[in-house]
């Protein structure tokens, strides 16, 4: 028996909220599970879920439980059989599509570590604290750098004229500087523009009021909001039986 899938909402200012807006862009049937990443999250019960305990998880019509940025995204462009949000495999926007979103959720996603570790390392001194930071700021800058050179000034979004897998993976991240105010986002003006674009999208939007917990409308795909308790003893017992 299948059913909709149910997507991880991860707050405070999850990247999983990018693939949210994929789900909206998509407008196929889905439903949506908020994940406290400072509580719930840290839980046994979670830890059967994703081992290593992070979002996003997707768990499918059928009940599988994929993990991955990388491969939830490659989950929906095959779901995406009218290439909302992706293109035809094989074509040269496919690909290029694809070489975004693996330096997204690599180089650039990656980029922030250090920043997230300068805050949640219990135990760091002030001084370990700093250096972390000053690498942190140095290495999403360079990122910034170069993710300013890859995009053209001649589409609205990354590939193109619509937004994509590859502009949902930016900007569940992109938005992470405002909170550690790594880099002067004026400084990459293209970038800035992207964000500022899909951040007014009511598909992000909805997005983050999800994320937030507050009252939202979104296309109409969405179709409910599970409790996290309930994803878990239903994931749980499908897996034991
Ligand atoms: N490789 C994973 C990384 C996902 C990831 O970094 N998730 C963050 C939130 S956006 C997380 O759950 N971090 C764990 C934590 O905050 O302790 C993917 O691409 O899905």
Redesign the pocket.
């Known amino acids: 028996m299948t059913s909709e899938p149910i997507f991880t909402s991860?707050f405070p200012?999850?990247?999983?909220a990018g693939l949210v807006a994929a789900f909206e862009w998509l407008g196929k049937p889905y439903r949506l599970t908020r994940?406290d990443?400072?509580g719930e999250?840290?839980t046994d019960a979670y830890k059967r879920l994703?081992g290593?305990?992070?979002?996003?998880v997707l768990i499918t019509g059928e009940g599988r439980v994929l993990?991955?940025?990388?491969?939830?995204a490659l989950w929906l462009e095959a779901r995406d059989t009218e290439r909302r949000i992706s293109f035809e495999p094989g074509t040269p926007e496919a690909d290029r599509m694809h070489q975004y979103i693996a330096f997204l959720?690599t180089g650039f996603?990656g980029a922030f570590?250090p920043l997230?570790v300068a805050l949640?390392a219990e135990e760091a001194t002030e001084q370990e604290r700093e250096t972390l930071r000053k690498f942190g700021r140095d290495f999403v800058a360079k990122r910034h750098e170069q993710l300013e050179a890859m995009i053209g000034d001649s589409s609205a979004y990354l590939i193109g004229d619509k937004p994509t897998l590859a502009d949902a993976v930016f900007a569940?991240?992109a938005r992470w500087v405002d909170f550690h105010k790594a880099v002067d986002p004026n400084d990459y003006p293209r970038i800035l523009a992207l964000r500022q674009r899909i951040e007014a999208d009511p598909a992000f939007r909805f997005a983050v009021a999800v994320e937030d917990g507050r009252p939202a409308i979104g296309s109409g795909a969405m179709k409910g909001l599970v409790p996290l308790a309930d994803v878990l003893r239903e994931t749980s017992s499908a897996l034991a039986a």
């Open positions: 991860g200012l999850g990247s999983s994940v990443m400072l999250m840290r994703n290593r305990v992070e979002t996003p993990t991955e940025t990388m491969a939830i959720n996603t570590t997230w949640e569940g991240v």
